[in-house]
């Protein structure tokens, strides 16, 4: 009988040890919900607490077990970071001449830039003129046309383009000059173009420039209504036929003259505004311009610090 005494004492006390637990783990509980409503807990207990909840959104659980508080917990400190970093990229530099085309700092941004810009994109040679740009550090907008982005390879180049960092421009759909045609089809040039390049790129051009550089009144105000800029360029060589040589072109372009079209004298100046196209000895002769145009003491350019007029 003493051994079924004792055994079933034993027996108590391991039942009540286990309510013990049970109690002290309810315990726990309400202390854990306690801590989360952030009451008078210890600091070293909340910092645990914050601490596990940042590793639960580092890891991106996606248990239904993170409560809202967790949630608040990490939703509190990312805005603050956000609004740090827009105003760090956002913060413009230049701004666009709207008479001469030549870009002008605000502030005090260095003086001696210019921007180079690649239209008639992406026919034959704009992916490699791309790839040269990167290795060279050498930002530049890309004006592209509708034509040019017909097939999949087509568009798989301009997506290569844009994720490689360069800015696309729109230059209408199918190189339309556009004083030659009506008001309707000046807009569907301008705006098909642009639903095109956003199907691509996730994003709608910010820059505009007309083919032939000629604007109308219409087209002006339908750009500026779709929040893009537009713009001309200062100078460009690699359209004239005394030109359409890598060698010939590089000369030009790095100097800023061009004898052999009427340009005895440099164009090259602060914030010039360089055009380039598309074209084999433009391609070949890329490298050189860049080269040459530091060595002349000028940098390219970045478009992101432009002001536009999103
Ligand atoms: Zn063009």
Redesign the pocket.
């Known amino acids: 009988m003493k051994k079924i005494w004792s055994i079933l004492f034993v027996l108590m006390i391991v039942l009540l040890a286990g309510c013990t637990n049970e109690e002290e783990n309810q315990g726990e509980t309400d202390q854990e919900e306690q801590e989360m409503e952030q009451t008078e807990e210890p600091e070293v207990d909340n910092t645990e607490e914050q601490e596990e909840t940042n590793n639960d959104a580092d890891d991106q659980t996606e248990s239904e077990d993170s409560t809202d508080e967790n949630k608040e917990a990490t939703d509190e400190e990312q805005p603050e970071q956000e609004v740090v970093q827009e105003e760090e990229t956002v913060e413009p530099q230049y701004e666009l001449n709207t008479t001469n085309w030549s870009l002008e700092p605000i502030g005090d941004a260095p003086e001696n830039v210019v921007l180079l810009t690649i239209?008639?994109v992406p026919d034959k040679y704009a992916l490699e003129m791309a790839k040269t740009l990167e290795s060279l550090d050498a930002p530049a907008i890309f004006?592209v046309?509708g034509h040019f982005l017909e097939t999949d390879e087509q568009k798989e180049m301009l997506k290569e383009i844009h994720e490689m960092g360069f800015p696309i421009g729109n230059?209408t759909y199918t190189?339309q000059k556009l004083d030659d045609v009506s008001e309707d089809k000046q807009k569907e040039e301008i705006l098909s173009l642009s639903e095109k390049i956003e199907e691509i790129i996730g994003e709608k051009p910010v820059f505009f420039?007309a083919?032939?550089g000629v604007n109308t009144d219409f087209a002006r105000q339908l750009v500026q209504d779709e929040g893009m800029l537009l713009m001309n360029w200062t100078y460009g060589y690699d359209y004239f036929t005394p030109y359409m040589d890598a060698e010939k072109l590089t000369e030009a372009m790095v100097t800023g003259e061009g004898p052999e079209v009427d340009v005895p004298y440099s164009l090259l100046k602060p914030g010039a505004n360089l055009l380039m196209?598309d074209r084999e000895w433009t391609n070949e002769a890329l490298e050189d311009i860049v080269k040459g145009l530091r060595e002349n003491g000028y940098e390219m350019l970045d478009p992101a610090l432009i002001k536009t007029t999103k």
């Open positions: 239209d008639d004006f046309n230059h190189h420039r083919p032939h196209h």
